[in-house]
């Protein structure tokens, strides 16, 4: 198999096709996953660069991208590769207006798209988009604007690839150089607007190369995050580089049945995915038998004990090898079946998984490997690998990424995974990149043998009245643990004590509702409930016991509502927006320290 040094991401499609796989892609249809082999991919690929170059698009034009995963993504975005044009990802969560700011400061010249309630958000903003030329569509869509809209299948044409255009595409690829633009992708915008984030075909096969990831062409992937967010994408890339079997899920409610249809031996998730993961089985745990339960009680011993030998690759004791293996079998292996019975390694970023998820997962024979990163850095900084990992971290620097702190403990990145800068943002990016260190705004700890540890975003960081500074993350991360809360938000800043916006886990307190006689029939009137806001007191309460006492929650709010994508409350990768929160529900806020002050 071929060594995996590509510098440009057209190298990268090509060494991924070495390995001649019958099933390189697993395409949902109506009768379950179907093989696409590495020909037809190649063939789709190739096919569609003809197309776009028909068009009239070339190297340094922007063409947005605009889709669920599918198969249809990776096509897009290797054939965009291979030419030299610059994709502009976009969350299909978005609205129309959301949209248009990034369409209309990328200057996209086109654009595909998935679905008809896709196009419909394009068509409602496209009369204010004078660069925007076509839609490609994925599916059939209504017809206007007129002559606007070309079907992805009559662009790639269902014919084969001829060796004239073979070496056409070649020469395409070989034409490309490491410091071409490869994509604009819009950060989320947590803390205002989005900025887009100019990566190069250098900074993207760097991250895929040097972070090492543990993968073989024995692997089988579940694609499941939004391949629009630089985590997903540079995971895929990875998946392709190592010969990886890719399968798309294209909503996260469809995981579940894809798991059993696809049954991966890898994932990549975020902390919510595993945080859901983790309360689904405590819950069952919660119904089982007590002989049930002390078998798990004695199977979980087992694998936490087990954790230091496998965290660092070393073989366990004779006697506790053999207690691991009857605990797999009796225990362990019942979990993974529920997840499709194959997986042996897990993935998680884009925010703290928080040590006690981490150590649940490795306890029960499914080895999670935490990373860090942004997308300004192609995303990975640091990770946990093979031999080298440390529970309750994000890892060690991946090789060529130099990694260190600020006298405030702002983590600082140096590498060639970092940005080429903010698009047509040359102030902004001069701030970030002071003194040739990248500034993430994150405020991390490194310990003696270079693990990483987040404690949580900069500007998160909350000041009381009474000058005491928390971080905010660790306590939420802390109460989503917690089987009756959902999601939460710690309010502290200019305040004298924190406080805390609860998201319940409403079928849990459904639930209690029924077994206690009470009348509950919506998830507004379980918020209004007495007997249920002081259950979820209670569960703050014991959840934040072991806290310094500035940071334990004084007072809740039990919200009746979820957060909200398109309320603008939390990003499409699940990280709140604080200030907007905060802002929605000034007035809930205010009540809290009213009655308390």
Not at 286 to 300: H, T, Y
Request: charged share 25%.
């Amino acid at each position: 198999m071929p060594t995996p040094h590509p510098s440009t991401l057209g190298q990268l499609f090509l060494r991924s096709l070495a390995y001649d796989k019958p099933d390189q892609l697993l395409v949902k249809t109506e009768a379950g996953y179907q093989p696409v082999s590495s020909g037809e991919f190649y063939r789709r690929v190739a096919r569609l660069h003809m197309g776009l170059k028909r068009l009239g698009l070339q190297g340094g034009d922007r063409c947005a991208l605009l889709s669920e995963n599918r198969w249809e993504w990776p096509v897009a975005d290797f054939a965009m590769m291979s030419a030299g044009i610059v994709s502009v990802p976009l969350y299909p969560t978005l609205t129309g207006e959301q949209m248009h700011y990034m369409l209309e400061n990328s200057g996209a010249r086109a654009i595909f798209v998935s679905t008809a309630a896709q196009y419909e958000k394009i068509t409602s903003v496209w009369s204010r988009l004078p660069a925007l030329e076509r839609a490609i569509t994925f599916q059939a869509v209504p017809s206007r604007p007129a002559g606007r809209a070309l079907p992805l299948s009559q662009l790639m044409e269902d014919k084969p690839v001829s060796e004239e255009e073979r070496r056409e595409f070649r020469a395409s690829i070989d034409a490309l150089r490491p410091e071409d633009l490869a994509s604009i992708i819009y950060t989320s915008g947590t803390t205002g607007t989005p900025k887009g984030v100019m990566l190069t075909h250098g900074n993207l096969t760097s991250n895929v190369v040097d972070s090492e990831f543990d993968f073989h062409s024995g692997d089988v992937a579940l694609s499941f995050l939004p391949l629009c967010h630089v985590a997903e994408r540079t995971v895929d890339y990875g998946f392709y580089l190592h010969g990886v079997t890719v399968a798309h899920a294209g909503t996260i409610e469809s995981v579940p049945e894809s798991l059993a249809q696809v049954r991966p031996t890898v994932l990549v998730g975020v902390p919510r995915f595993y945080e859901k993961i983790h309360a689904r089985f405590r819950e069952g745990l919660a119904k089982a038998s007590p002989v049930r339960q002390k078998l798990f009680q004695w199977a979980w011993g087992v694998g936490m004990a087990s954790i230091p030998y496998r965290a660092a690759n070393r073989r366990m004791p004779l006697l506790m090898g053999l207690k691991f293996g009857l605990a797999d079998r009796l225990v362990f292996a019942k979990l993974r079946a529920r997840l499709g019975g194959r997986l042996r390694l897990l993935g998680s970023g884009a925010a703290p998984l928080g040590r006690e998820l981490a150590e649940f997962f490795f306890a029960v024979n499914l080895p999670m490997r935490e990373a860090y990163g942004l997308t300004e850095t192609s995303p990975v900084i640091t990770s946990n690998r093979s031999g080298a990992i440390r529970l309750g971290t994000v890892g060690r620097p991946i090789r060529n990424v130099e990694v260190r702190l600020a006298e405030d403990g702002e983590i600082l990145v140096r590498g060639p995974n970092v940005m080429r800068g903010y698009y047509k943002m040359e102030q902004e990016t001069a701030e970030v990149m002071e003194g040739g260190w990248f500034h993430t705004g994150d405020i991390g700890v490194l310990d003696a043998d270079g693990f990483l540890t987040i404690v949580d975003r900069k500007k998160d960081l909350l000041k009381t009245s009474g000058g005491k500074y928390i971080a905010p993350q660790p306590i939420e991360n802390k109460l989503k643990r917690n089987p009756y809360i959902t999601d939460a938000v710690v309010i502290a800043n200019t305040r004298r004590f924190p406080s805390a916006l609860i998201v319940p886990n409403f079928q849990r307190l459904e639930a209690v509702a029924r077994e206690q006689g009470i009348r509950c029939g919506s998830p507004a009137e379980m918020a209004r409930e007495a007997a249920l806001v002081r259950l979820i007191e209670q569960q703050v309460e014991e959840t934040c016991a072991d806290l310094a006492p500035y940071e334990k929650i004084k007072k809740i709010a039990v919200l009746d509502r979820e957060f909200s994508i398109t309320e603008g409350e939390i990003t499409p990768t699940m990280k709140v927006r604080r200030r907007e929160v905060e802002r929605r529900f000034h007035d809930v806020i205010e009540e809290m320290y009213q009655e308390r002050e």
